[in-house]
């Protein structure tokens, strides 16, 4: 199978430099783009709206022209450059201050809660007697008092910053394919909040991690990947060991149980003293992040893996070491200066043990490891998977059922793979690839993606051009939605089928959704909707929908949708309905009637009770909750699902 | 057979032509505390209940007549003693005794409705929450990259299309690793947010929603389409009881926690009769690392919401209770001793609960050796003699009639214990 599977490939990628080569320049040169979306019968206006479907969190209004005057290709480079400026969402991003701070800082300003208990108990602020006992209460401002005094943050305010951050990069980035490829990395390379142990470093793992390699070489991504506190704790790497452990080397002693008595740590000694090979990222690099589940790999493979990868650990962090407590005594003790000649090697945040690799050989699908390789037989590994045919495939077709379709067709993702193997791996240029093909333009692939919760909610914001003051109310929304943004257990990440979106609870919740964001009952995300019809008010229902149904989904064929829509519109019965409840209602506060009035304006702060203003006021109310009704319906309407 | 769905929709039922709210005569009558009109064959449910945060399961069920116990737990050992304390352990068969805040558990344990397995837990000695509440929920023990959820290919086995979308529910706000997978599960943390929330008058409530309804019975896809109907379907379902003012049978009294709260919930889904065969809920702080306490104090507390709850719910399922197996689960169980705050660590095994009708109960089932350091996991933890996974799929075949245990379970073949009949 495997072999067959690369005769394919060799004999593909032949082909294909002989095709191809002259169409793909090299990186500096300008790119020499022509999408061939003519030939799939779209128009350039439709084919705009595409691109912008697939390589941005929605469409704002305008986009579509915006595009088409500065030219498909153009629009698409400059994408894939990702380097536009992004001045209003940077001070958007002013108050989230600690989303800049390196492992070491965060590990210094947020350490976890049993450690500052430890302290609070050994400053005698807290009395470890009286825990869970009495009020708790007052036990839990006692310990919020300590942590402030200490200048101490809250884990979870860190977090809060950072699920923000994402939402307001994703609604307001200019470099909106960066920011999806940043998601898509992100889920492919899976890390999880629900670990708490290594929750507070994942902040940095997007940042420094993710973000700066989306359109890079693979091989990159993997390595920096592989080499994260995140990613070592997530899937346990750091704990890997291929000899004995030595005596400090206990991760419980530094981290985790507080009070443990000497004989339960001898205890632990003695547990760990077979040498602890764990297999966890060994077997999930193979079968997840590079080769695929039917890569050709075996069992054998994945335990010789891990041996490669025995050593792989974190640097001391923080002033306590946290992870790498047990090495920062070795580290001081042979002087930073000393380490490459004593075996370590320390990048950044990673460190290399040489005391806890194994040493021995080892054979990897097929490969040869001689003995003593160290730490760079772990970076050869990667490299040797990173450039595996079956990871092009793999890749190549996740790339492709993220942006194209979930059933991306197999030309497609096969001439993608020759474009990976062919360029090293280089993400840009399989996306250029995947562009250019036709099947990218294909009736199969319009608009044949279930958007996500959050590409839902995003597209949402953007189409009405919201403002977005607190973006945690997204959040919340997305989460009732049925997609809890980096909490998604497994290291699988989320799947990327609309089959998984779409469920019974999750699909009503996205109609509240629609509902909830148009009558403006969502705190901290500001519409005007009349703003975005250059403040003409639509004079029907049915205008309204027409106007703003084409607003919000550009270039759509949108005739079904307002087929079914018109004759409940029109229905005398149920407007007159709509307007006499209208009218017995009470006249709205702001405060409090948000949903009807809102910041759509023009309604003075006190209305005077005479009869003919308040009638007025009445018609407007009618027909500012006719407009949020009308929007709402879109916003969940099963179109804009789809993407 | 008639499905629920296919009842539904066969009754012409246009509930948002009537109005949102209105509760069509012939469902009404089939509300609350009563048994449907029996129209349906009714489905097993199994309950699975995950005490996050590792039980105690020496302190929840203790062999009290343990000396090396004893010694290792100076101020947290009880006895079952009369006079030897306020409230001594309940003894259930002379070796082990009951946490006295479980007292709601003794008439069920008596009543051989409920069994207890002592010394489950996983045959992965990982001590980190995380990882073994991964392990579990997965059902792969050894294996981080399952996609699945044991409960999700629970509902996958049941061996028929679900008739309705409850048919694995969740009661948390998320979906729970146990329901990760491509069979339909939905979370609902609270049943009365399942409805269009409009603050509108009902007039375009109704307009929203008849808007919602045509437009998705309309689509050109089958999964919006499909989804659509369900949704709708569903909240008609729901409408036909008062879910507010829910009045549990028996004058059965849930306690007003989290954990009375959702298992209220899936009983009022129960006796609705919606389709519901995998139900999930969970309660925490369970990590008792601190001053743990004896006959009172956070363990007290927190066993007494798990009994008392689990209680309320079995007099309240009344008649229902042939259909019903509840079982609880806890990703391990702490050190058999003690450490300096009054606390215990992570452990190994710990025991879990399994109550209902079908149960081999009256019995603590599984093998608790002496506790002495040559008996124990590392030299320090209660030993793992029965994998969890041999309960779970015994509940689940037994029960469910789930007999597929290689997809339930991958990688491990099926060693039943006997703790069902």
Redesign the interface.
């Known amino acids: 199978m495997k072999a067959s599977v690369k005769i394919v490939f060799a004999s593909l990628s032949m082909l294909s430099s002989l095709v191809l080569t002259s169409s793909f320049p090299k990186d500096n040169e300008p790119y020499k783009l022509s999408f061939p979306y003519k030939h799939a019968g779209l128009t350039e206006r439709q084919a705009a709206a595409h691109l912008l479907s697939r390589f941005t969190y929605g469409a704002k209004s305008g986009d579509v022209d915006a595009l088409v005057k500065e030219g498909l290709e153009k629009w698409y480079q400059r994408q894939l450059d990702g380097d536009l400026s992004d001045k209003g969402l940077e001070s958007m991003l002013e108050p989230y201050k600690d989303i800049n701070l390196t492992n070491d800082e965060v590990q210094n300003k947020y350490p976890r809660q ?1 450690k500052v ?1 430890r302290m609070a108990i050994k400053d005698g602020v807290i009395n ?6 009495g009020d708790q209460k007052v036990y839990r401002k006692q310990l919020q008092v300590y942590r402030e005094s200490k200048g101490y943050g809250q884990e979870q305010d860190l977090l809060r910053q950072f699920i923000n951050q994402k939402v307001l990069r994703a609604t307001y980035t200019n470099n909106q394919l960066h920011e999806l490829l940043t998601d898509f990395w992100f889920n492919h390379f899976n890390v999880s909040l ?4 290594c929750a507070a470093y994942v902040p940095a793992f997007e940042r420094d991690v993710i973000r700066p390699n989306v359109t890079g070489k693979f091989s990159n991504l993997l390595m920096a990947t592989a080499k994260s506190p995140a990613m070592l704790i997530y ?2 790497n750091y704990t890997s060991s291929g000899k004995p452990v030595a005596t400090t080397d206990i991760d ?1 002693m530094q981290m ?6 000497q ?2 740590v ?3 000694k ?2 760990k003293q077979g040498g602890g090979l764990n ?2 990222y060994a ?2 690099v193979m ?2 992040h590079t080769l695929g589940v039917d890569g050709g790999y075996t069992q054998s493979d994945v335990t010789q893996a891990a041996r490669v990868l025995t050593g792989w650990t974190i640097a001391p962090l923080g002033e306590d070491g946290a992870y790498g407590a047990a090495f920062k005594k070795v580290i001081d003790r042979i002087g930073a200066a000393n380490l490459v000649k004593n075996g370590f090697i320390k990048d950044g945040d990673f460190l290399f043990v040489p005391t806890r690799h194994d040493n021995e050989e080892k054979i990897i699908l097929g490969k040869k490891f001689a003995p003593g390789g160290g730490y760079e037989e772990g970076v050869e590994l990667l490299n040797m998977l990173a450039h595996n045919s079956a990871t092009a495939k793999f890749i190549s077709k996740k790339i492709a059922t993220r942006f194209v379709n979930d059933q991306p067709d197999p030309k497609l993702v096969d001439k993608m793979a020759m474009t990976f193997l062919r360029t090293d791996g280089d993400i840009k240029q399989v996306l250029i690839t995947m562009v250019s093909a036709p099947e990218f333009w294909s009736a199969k692939s319009l608009r044949e993606k ?1 958007k996500s919760p959050f590409e839902l909610a995003i597209s949402a914001v953007r189409g009405l051009d919201a403002q977005v003051t607190q973006p945690y109310q997204l959040y919340n929304w997305i ?2 939605m ?1 997609q ?1 943004m980096y ?1 998604y ?4 990440g989320f ?1 990327d089928r ?3 979106w ?7 919740n996205r ?2 959704f629609g ?2 964001l148009a ?1 403006q ?1 969502i705190p901290g995300v500001k519409i005007d909707l009349l703003a975005l019809n250059n403040n003409h008010e639509p004079e029907s229902s049915e205008a309204a929908l027409n106007t703003y149904s084409k607003l919000i989904m550009p270039e759509r064929d949108l005739s ?2 307002l087929e ?2 018109k004759p ?2 029109n ?1 005398p019965e ?1 407007t007159m ?2 307007a006499k ?2 009218e ?2 009470p006249v709205p506060q702001p405060k409090v009637n948000t ?1 009807m009035a809102g910041e759509i304006g023009m309604m003075p702060e006190a209305i005077p009770d005479s009869s003919a203003k308040r009638k007025t006021a009445t018609t407007q109310k009618t027909n500012n ?2 407009l949020a ?1 009308v929007v ?2 879109i916003i ?4 804009f ?2 993407k | 057979m008639t499905s629920r769905r296919g009842f539904i929709k066969g009754g012409g039922l246009a509930l948002f032509g009537i109005g949102i709210g209105g509760i069509p005569g012939f469902l009404a009558e089939a509300v609350a505390g009563t048994q449907s009109p029996g129209l349906f064959k009714r489905k097993k449910i199994m309950v699975c209940i995950f005490q996050r945060g590792a039980m105690d399961g020496l302190m929840a069920v203790t062999p009290f007549t343990d000396e090396y116990l004893k010694a290792a737990r100076p101020t947290l050992f009880m006895s079952a003693a009369k006079g030897s304390s306020e409230k001594p352990l309940i003894d259930l068969d002379g070796k082990f005794g009951l946490h006295p805040s479980m007292s709601a558990f003794e008439p069920m344990f008596r009543d051989k409705r409920m069994a207890i397995v002592h010394g489950i837990g996983s045959p992965n ?1 990982t ?5 073994a509440q ?1 392990y579990m929920e ?1 059902g792969t023990p ?6 699945s959820g044991w409960l999700n290919r629970a509902v996958g086995l049941l061996g028929h299309e679900a008739a309705t ?1 409850f048919q694995g529910i969740s009661l948390t ?3 729970p ?1 146990s329901f ?1 997978g ?1 069979n ?5 943390n609270n049943l009365q947010d ?11 409530v ?3 929603a ?3 309804e ?3 019975d ?4 089958n ?3 499909e ?2 109907k ?2 709708f379907d ?2 008609k379902m729901l409408q036909k009881t008062d879910i507010k003012n829910y009045k549990p049978s028996n004058n059965a009294v849930y306690p007003n926690t989290a954990l009375g709260n959702s298992l209220k919930q899936i009983a009022q889904l129960i006796k609705m009769d919606v389709g519901l065969e995998v139900a999930f809920t969970e309660s925490g702080g369970w990590d ?6 004896k006959e009172t ?2 363990f007290a507390r927190n066993v007494n919401d798990l009994s008392e709850s689990m209680m309320a719910f079995w007099t309240d399922m009344e008649t229902f209770q042939d259909d019903v197996t509840v079982m609880t689960m806890t990703e391990f169980g702490r ?1 058999v ?1 003690q ?4 606390g215990t ?2 452990g190994r095994a710990s025991c879990n609960f399994i109550l209902g009708a079908g149960v081999n109960g009256g019995r603590v089932h599984g093998t608790i050796n002496p506790l002495s350091v040559e008996n124990l996991e ?3 933890d209660l030993a793992v003699t029965t994998d969890f996974r041999s309960v779970f799929s015994e509940v689940a075949d037994k029960h469910l009639g789930i007999h597929n245990d290689k997809v339930l379970f991958p990688e491990w073949t099926s060693k039943t214990i006997g703790v069902m009949t």
Do not use: C, W
Request: glycine share 10%; aromatic share 6%.
């Open positions: 049993p208990l470890k007697d009286s825990i869970g006992k629900t670990k708490n142990q899937l346990d419980e985790g149980m507080s009070g443990m008595k004989r339960q001898k205890a632990i003695q547990r297999e966890n077997r999930e079968e997840l279930t989460n009732k049925g809890k909490y257990q497994a290291p699988t799947p609309g089959q998984y779409i469920n019974t609870g999750a699909l009503l109609m509240n509902l909830a009558a009952r079904k949708t079914r829509l409940l519109l229905d149920l309905k709509i409840a209208a017995k209602a949903m909750s006719m009704q709402g319906v969940g309407s099963p179109e699902q789809r | 000695n001590r980190s929450h995380f990882d991964d997965s050894f294996k981080k990259g399952t996609d979308p706000t998320s979906l690793r990760y491509d339909a599960a939905v979370a609902i399942f409805n269009l929330q409009m603050k509108g008058n009902p007039a375009s109704n307009m929203a008849k808007s919602f045509d437009l998705y309309q689509t050109s896809s999964l919006l389409k989804t659509g369900e949704s569903a909240i008792t690392h601190f001053n743990q306490g104090g956070i050190t001793r450490n300096g705050n009054g660590d992570h590392d030299g320090r």
